[in-house]
């Protein structure tokens, strides 16, 4: 079985907005839902399970009734930090039935075009090697700064991989990594494959990402999305 594991517990204090940023409506419809569409009209995605902000548990159920969202079959509730709402969904999985062998994709809620080759591809990917990870190349120049007002340090930017999720792994893996990560008081890593990577030992696949898998952080990536689905609307979820 392959499940998706949706990130919404932060409560998205960048964007400087009223509501959390999963929950704004672009074209009629919460970005968490577009996110859950990409989801839900996967063929090979049995169900979707979402870590969700405390509060928002009914809105967010009423939201998936109203946009036909069959395949939300759980929501946990988010933690502290993004380390830990992954830890609360896996945990959650794991007791509602899920077995060590299922893949599960942990995906951040507020990255709404996410395209049906780049699910294909992540599972793909993990059935074959185990731990893959969605990333683009860098194609611009990188520098390093202390303050973040100047800098003198360039950073090769031909090893560099700019991450994205689908972030997939097999349920046990990532309940073992979690478990390692308490051990060495890991409390805090950004994501999935820089929690791996922290760990070590693990060797981690890049499944091709794309640059309109982009993450909805401040108020102009906002205005990017609405301009790409005004130009293609929900033509990479094809
Ligand atoms: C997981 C992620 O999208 C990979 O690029 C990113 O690390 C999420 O960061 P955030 O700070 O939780 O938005």
Redesign the pocket.
Known sequence: MNYALI?AG?SGNRMGQDIPKQFMHVDNCPIIIHTMMAFQKHPDIQGIAVVCLAGWETVLQSYANQFCITKLKWIFPGGSN?QESIRNGIYGLKEAGCGDDDLVLVH?A??PLLSQDIISSNIAICQKYGYAITGIKCREAILESEDGFTTNTSIPRDKLI????P?TFRLGNLIAAHEEAKEKGITNS?????LMAELGGRQMHIVPGSEKNI?I?TVEDLEILKALMKVQPEAWLK
């Open positions: 990130i932060g993004g951040d507020v990255r700019r991450t994205q999720t972030q950004v994501a999935s494959c820089t993450k952080t």
